[in-house]
């Protein structure tokens, strides 16, 4: 069953009363905000996993929300497509697992403590490699295009002739296999690159 609200009250009363096996909470929306509705949602002890949908790309935001109970969150703008690969990773985790760790074979993030290791390993990662890591873990083994990377790291249009994509790749890869036989970071040629162990 899906259902759209557009007031945060009434989506507060629906989420409390209704067993979605998901919800995706818009932290801008009229009535009571997207926190707001999650911070009663778990208080009240539902653990119905949540996404939260955010126009702002700041991490104090993104940290109050994961630290209020969230399974992920997602930037605007994006692409439906990654909204629902994201929605059917929620729900599978929803079984119990951690919910603020990101794990690709033996390579580890923590969301909360912006924390990335490899076979224990801890590793030193900028602001924008955690964030191109981050989004490559979320959705192990799909090519993401240059421009989609831009535009998600970056948060607007990339010019074509730009090479931050490339040279974030490479610094990220000396920094997450150089030391390791199995390599994570792959680039697709024709296509993009993906993150996950080679078939």
Do not use: C
């Amino acid at each position: 069953m899906l259902d759209a609200v557009e007031d945060g009250d009434l989506a507060l009363e629906q989420a409390l009363t209704v067993p979605y096996d998901a919800l995706v909470l818009d932290i801008m929306v009229p009535g009571r905000d997207g926190l707001s509705i999650l911070r009663v949602l778990r208080e009240k002890k539902n653990a119905t996993p949540v996404i939260l949908l955010t126009a702002r790309s700041t991490l104090p935001e993104k940290v109050e929300g994961l630290n209020l109970g969230a399974d992920d969150y997602l930037t605007k703008p994006f692409y439906v497509e990654e909204l629902a690969a994201r929605l059917r990773t929620v729900v599978r985790r929803h079984a119990g697992a951690p919910t603020h760790l990101l794990k690709v074979a033996d390579l580890q993030m923590d969301l909360i403590t912006r924390q990335v290791s490899r076979g224990g390993r801890a590793i030193e990662l900028s602001v924008r490699e955690f964030s191109l890591l981050e989004h490559l873990m979320r959705s192990p083994e799909r090519v993401f295009s240059r421009v989609q990377i831009y535009e998600h790291v970056w948060g607007y249009g990339m010019d074509l002739e730009s090479n931050l994509v490339e040279v974030y790749v490479q610094r990220l890869r000396a920094k997450i296999d150089k030391e390791h036989d199995t390599k994570l970071l792959r680039t697709v040629r024709g296509a993009g690159y993906a993150l996950g162990e080679a078939r």
